[in-house]
């Protein structure tokens, strides 16, 4: 059974920087894709960045230059640093393993 528990979520001010981390337990992370994903209240769950076993990412548009997704394979970690939040950044902040599992979210807020 796969677990994910994301963490580091918080109010910041607009400009401010966040890292959330994902602490995965699942025998094949090494060789598994892992992805940030957003969601904010009653839209769909949005794609934010990917990052394959190799390290290999990719991200969605909205955010490319602002955030950095990286993994740390030894520690089964894996991290979203966002940098010059918005306001419109506020979200509840999801890690995906693969293709099936959800961690519980954490709630980023950009607001001063």
């Known amino acids: 059974q796969v677990q994910l528990v994301e963490s580091g979520g918080g109010l910041v001010q607009p400009g401010g920087s966040l890292r959330l981390s994902c602490a995965v337990s699942?025998?094949?992370?090494?060789?598994?894709?892992m992805a940030w994903y957003r969601q904010t209240p009653g839209k769909e769950r949005e794609l934010v960045a990917t990052?394959?076993?190799?390290?290999?990412?990719n991200y969605a548009d909205s955010w490319k230059g602002r955030f950095t997704i990286s993994r740390d394979n030894a520690k089964k970690m894996v991290y979203l640093q966002m940098n010059s939040l918005k306001p419109e950044d506020t979200a509840i902040y999801y890690c995906?393993?693969?293709?099936?599992?959800w961690g519980q979210g954490t709630q980023v807020t950009v607001s001063s």
């Open positions: 995906k393993y693969g293709s099936t599992y």
């Open positions: 699942g025998s094949f992370f090494r060789v598994t894709d």
């Open positions: 990052i394959t076993g190799g390290g290999y990412t």
